[in-house]
Every structure is written in C-alpha cells, then in structure tokens.
C-alpha cells in the first residue's frame, strides 16, 4: 500500500500571503480541517488547520494577517510513492492528522488525512 493509493489528489492550498480570512472561508465552505501552504514557487512552507484558524480569530479579530503568521512551520510531508505505513508511522510519531503528499516533481500532489488512514483501515479490516 502506498501514500498515493490512499491520499486526497489534488488538494486546496492557500498561498503564505493570504489573509488568514480567505482560509476560514475555505475550510468552511468545503468542510476542510487542513490546508496546506504554498509559496510563490509553489512549494509548501507550512499547514494551517481550522484550530489555528480560530485561534487567530480570537486574537488578531478584524485585523487583516498573513497565513504564514498563523501557520505550522516546518511542514512534514511524504512522497506519494511512499509506503502507507511510513505515513501513519511519521503520524503517529509526531502526532500530527495530517501530511501533504509531494510527487516526483515536489510539489504537493496531495494530502493524507486520519481520515484517508482510517479508509486504509477499512480495507483492510475487510480483507
């Protein structure tokens, strides 16, 4: 089982100078709980999550500021042609919910959720 049989393809980014505004919309609107952070080369500098989101809310109100202010920096990632339990081991290990996936050209392909685990879990628990 690898990384990319179980990732999201094509994931929503955000760009590190987005408000941290159009992110909450964005998670909102799609029932997303991670996003993650591109810069201007469209490699990934970071991830944001809805409870980071709320936090800066509480914090910073009104006030117009940058994602990469309220982001988790640096960013774990996997190749998608990695074994699936390197994943959930790096997961486990870090105790994060979520990775984006990098293809062979390193820019995010994807990303691999708890949920995604817990699809791979079915499966298996079905065989």
């Given at each position: 089982?690898l990384?990319s049989?179980?990732?999201?393809?094509?994931p929503?980014?955000?760009?590190?100078?987005?408000?941290?505004?159009?992110?909450?919309?964005?998670?909102?609107?799609?029932?997303?709980h991670?996003?993650p952070v591109?810069?201007?080369?469209?490699q990934v500098v970071?991830?944001?999550?809805?409870?980071?989101?709320?936090?800066?809310?509480?914090f910073y109100?009104?006030a117009?500021?940058?994602?990469?202010?309220?982001m988790?920096?640096?960013?774990?990632?996997?190749?998608?042609?990695?074994?699936?339990?390197?994943?959930?081991q790096?997961?486990?290990?870090?105790?994060?919910?979520c990775l984006?996936?990098?293809g062979?050209d390193d820019k995010v392909?994807?990303?691999?959720?708890?949920?995604?685990?817990?699809?791979a879990?079915?499966?298996l628990?079905?065989?």
């Amino acid at each position: 089982m690898l990384v990319s049989d179980y990732m999201s393809a094509a994931p929503v980014t955000v760009r590190s100078n987005e408000d941290y505004g159009r992110a909450a919309a964005i998670m909102d609107e799609r029932d997303m709980h991670h996003l993650p952070v591109l810069d201007a080369d469209d490699q990934v500098v970071g991830i944001v999550t809805k409870r980071d989101l709320q936090l800066a809310a509480r914090f910073y109100r009104e006030a117009p500021v940058e994602i990469s202010e309220v982001m988790h920096t640096p960013v774990l990632t996997i190749n998608e042609n990695a074994p699936l339990a390197s994943a959930v081991q790096q997961m486990n290990e870090k105790r994060i919910g979520c990775l984006p996936v990098l293809g062979a050209d390193d820019k995010v392909s994807g990303i691999l959720t708890e949920t995604d685990l817990l699809r791979a879990l079915s499966d298996l628990l079905k065989a």
